[in-house]
């Protein structure tokens, strides 16, 4: 069974660092690894995303200042943020493919199987 656990999510100012984690379990390989997220009353939505061949995609809000990268040794996915700002404040959730996925790097939900259960990120000004 494939398990994806997000962690790093935290309270900070505006201007401040995270960096989030996401330590996949249940399978060793997957083409397609991403970051979403969902602030309350918005829709979810594509922040990064990583191909197996390295390729990557941000939303054009956070390109710049976050990067998403992988250690396929540790089977965990990264997702570093710099100069947080108010409206980063939601839940950041990790989101894979199945090995069968032979698509382009994306950050729509659609190529995404597997999903982790969260961790909230809360940006103060």
């Known amino acids: 069974q494939v398990q994806l656990a997000e962690s790093g999510g935290d309270s900070v100012q505006a201007g401040g660092s995270l960096r989030l984690s996401c330590a996949a379990s249940g399978y060793s390989y997957s083409r397609l690894m991403g970051w979403f997220r969902q602030a309350p009353g918005k829709e979810r939505e594509g922040v990064a995303a990583i191909r197996s061949d390295g390729s990557t995609a941000y939303a054009s809000s956070v390109k710049g200042r976050f990067t998403i990268s992988k250690d396929t040794n540790k089977n965990t996915l990264y997702l570093q943020m710099n100069s947080l700002q108010p409206e980063d404040t939601a839940m950041y959730y990790c989101?894979?493919?199945?090995?069968?996925?032979?698509?382009?790097?994306?950050?729509?939900?659609?190529?995404?199987?597997?999903w982790g259960q969260g961790t909230q990120v809360t940006v103060s000004s």
């Open positions: 989101a894979a493919s199945g090995t069968w996925y032979e698509g382009s790097v994306s950050l729509n939900a659609m190529p995404y199987t597997y």
